[in-house]
Nanobody, 124 residues
Framework: QVQLVESGGGLVQAGGSLRVSCAAS????????MGWFRQAPGKEREFVAA????????SYAASVKGRFTISRDNAKNTVYLQMNRLKPEDTAVYYC?????????????????WGQGTQVTVSS
């Protein structure tokens, strides 16, 4: 069992930066691939970024590539999403997810554990 708690969301102006974090419980964190997803009001949950178990492989949605960076610190059981050059369309609830396999996935149904989400609002 893995429990995930996101933090670091908030309100930021367009063009600004924000870093959200996800703290995981459980001794097997380092064996899980981790992902970030987001859901805006009235829209489906969408993939944002993912990182494999050791941090050597990452993947991004086209809409955030070059602006967002996912990273992890297995010693701290934490995964991060650094968001730069934020746009109003990045406004959403951001969810952290853990996959019970070491490799990444774009698909939300392939993730086994989810956090409660953290709100990110980008004003224009």
């Amino acid at each position: 069992q893995v429990q995930l708690v996101e933090s670091g969301g908030g309100l930021v102006q367009a063009g600004g930066s924000l870093r959200v974090s996800c703290a995981a419980s459980g001794r097997t964190f380092s064996s899980y691939a981790m992902g970030w997803f987001r859901q805006a009001p009235g829209k489906e949950r969408e993939f944002v970024a993912a990182i494999n178990w050791i941090g050597g492989s990452t993947s991004y949605a086209a809409s955030v590539k070059g602006r967002f960076t996912i990273s992890r610190d297995n010693a701290k059981n934490t995964v991060y999403l650094q968001m730069n050059r934020l746009k109003p369309e990045d406004t959403a609830v951001y969810y952290c997810a853990a996959r019970g396999l070491p490799s990444t996935s774009f698909y939300s149904y392939e993730y086994d554990y989810w956090g409660q989400g953290t709100q990110v609002t980008v004003s224009s």
